[in-house]
């Protein structure tokens, strides 16, 4: 009997050891890991540099896979490293994204830098040869970053606002954008050897735009700091910046419509209110189709016709609205833009893409605001932290858009990157003509940009952080520069070609040149220009 019971109590050590042992591993893989709320994690891998180095294998592994699926399905020859055309794509992508991190990680620059050089490298090192029908690949590529950027424009514009815009924004947003685009424009044509008006012009509305890329993320910093909010100087730039960009954008699409439009003289002149007429009209009807189709998430929610929505969470029905929304918006706009091309108008496309987007956009708050007023009971998650009703300027579609951006960035700079090349540049005095075309431009909008805010109750200082603020080129550049190229190559003669890639290499120093200015400028004047919020 004694036996027993020894044996029961030698049992249950046992067991206790076994369990003590177990919560002493878990305890010190739990040791000291915070979410940051108070909350512990629940395994050891969950510290900062497991879970870093966990991100960087799923990467590695994500592009290894990535890589071997394109080696087993396509032929050795697009595959071969180097030459192969779909493996220099392949390689440029994943560059282009590593390069654009580190530089943002290293040395605070903006990560479209980063890609652009590693395009830059890449082809003037004889690894990037596209060549055949990849080739149109990578020209629908550049067609569908600008398409997201045209979308993700037209988005922004808040029709409120622009009701409310008093005379420095719209002085602000109209006037340094056409001085530059003129000043630089007159300059190619006459510093560049045969470079037309027209292509000069063109050359100007391209680099005339202002660089949200990198002009918000900086404001958005500096107003966080509360710099700037004093007389809203933040706000002020960032809603001419996007206006800026969609008179640089609109003009451009214009002026290649003038450019590659066949007939006569007087066919070439109309070929611009054309151009105008087809991309308003298209861009109002498809805006005005996607308010209505598909229907307002409230709308499927409160049918109760439909036996099936009655069980859908309203999460799930707002993804399914957002979804087809985004889908239609988006292959819109990437119709427009391509098919303009393909008809002979293609200025109409561009301008259409932006025009259907701030209508459905314009369109979507406002339902959405009147059914919020017609509906007294609001949803718990319309509500935030402190109690108060969210606003709906915030439209879900943008951050779609927002996301398509973010895939799609290492395609528009880093292919941009490998349209300059070293030999055009061993003409010797291509770098000083295009250097010439920049000053030129830059200097008549920075004394624009002055006149445009004087008398506007800003001190001097401010003057000046306005100017260095509108200095950065980069999203706008990319993505209509290309644009230019392929469509010469496509429609264009032997002439066309020459003064689009000359076009090209400009829009791209003016990108090295400007864009780190810009950031650094923003960064480092700010604080000390723009008076704080106390």
């Known amino acids: 009997m004694t036996g027993d019971v020894n044996g029961t109590k030698c049992s249950q050590e046992l067991h206790q050891h076994q369990d003590d042992a177990r919560v002493q591993f878990t305890d010190s893989c739990n040791a000291g890991v915070s979410n940051g709320d108070g909350s512990a994690s629940t395994s050891c891998f969950d510290e900062r540099l497991p879970s870093i180095a966990a991100n960087v294998v799923a990467m590695i592994l994500a592009v290894a896979i990535a890589w071997s699926l394109l080696y087993v399905n396509m032929s050795p020859e697009l595959m071969a490293v180097p030459g192969g055309s779909l493996a220099s794509i392949f390689m440029l992508y994943v560059t282009g994204t590593v390069a654009g991190k580190l530089i943002t990680k290293v040395g605070g620059l903006p990560p479209l830098l980063g890609m652009m050089l590693a395009g830059i490298a890449l082809q003037n090192s004889g690894l990037y040869n596209v060549t055949g029908w990849c080739f149109h690949l990578v020209s629908t590529m550049r067609e569908a970053a600008l398409t997201v950027i045209l979308i993700k424009g037209g988005l922004e514009l808040n029709a409120g606002q622009l009701r409310r815009l008093s005379g420095v924004v719209a002085r602000l947003t109209v006037l340094p954008c056409v001085a530059e685009a003129v000043a630089a424009g007159v300059a190619a044509h006459f510093i560049l050897p045969d470079f037309s008006l027209v292509w000069g012009l063109t050359l100007g509305f391209t680099l005339s735009a202002v660089s949200p890329a990198v002009l918000v993320p900086s404001l958005f910093r500096l107003k966080r700091l509360g710099y700037g909010e004093v007389k809203g100087i933040n706000t ?50 498809w805006g005005c189709i996607l308010i209505f189709v598909p229907p307002s998430p409230w709308a499927m929610m409160y049918n109760k016709r439909e036996s099936n929505y009655q069980n859908t969470k309203k999460s799930e029905i707002e993804n399914s609205v957002t979804t087809k929304r985004s889908f239609l918006l988006g292959m819109g706009g990437f119709l427009a833009v391509t098919g303009s091309q393909w008809c002979g108008y293609p200025g109409a496309g561009p301008l259409a893409c932006i025009i259907s987007a701030f209508v459905a956009g314009t369109g979507w708050r406002k339902r959405s605001s009147q059914h919020k007023r017609n509906n007294s009971v609001i949803s718990a998650d319309r509500v935030d932290e402190d109690g108060e009703e969210i606003e709906d300027d915030e439209l879900p579609v943008v951050q779609v858009f927002e996301h398509a951006w973010t895939c799609l960035q290492p395609v528009l700079f880093a292919f941009i990157g490998t349209d300059l090349k070293f030999e055009l540049l061993k003409r010797g005095d291509m770098i000083f003509l295009g250097l010439l075309v920049l000053a030129f431009g830059l200097t008549i909008r920075l004394i624009v940009t002055t006149c445009s805010v004087i008398g506007t109750g800003f001190s001097r200082k401010e003057v000046l952080f306005v100017n260095i603020a509108w200095l950065p080129k980069a999203t706008v550049q990319a993505a209509l520069a290309p644009v230019a190229l392929d469509i010469a190559r496509n429609l264009g003669t032997a002439e066309d070609i020459e003064c689009a890639t000359r076009l090209v290499t400009i829009a791209v120093m003016s990108i090295l040149l400007t864009a780190p200015v810009g950031a650094f400028g923003i960064q480092l004047f700010g604080p000390r220009l723009l008076p704080r919020n106390s």
């Open 236 to 285: 002020l730039l960032i809603a001419a910046s996007s206006l800026d960009d969609a008179v640089s954008i609109s003009v451009f699409g214009i002026l290649l419509g003038v450019l590659f439009s066949t007939g006569s003289l007087t066919s070439k002149i109309i070929q611009g209110p054309i151009d105008v007429s087809i991309g308003t009209v298209i861009g109002l009807m």
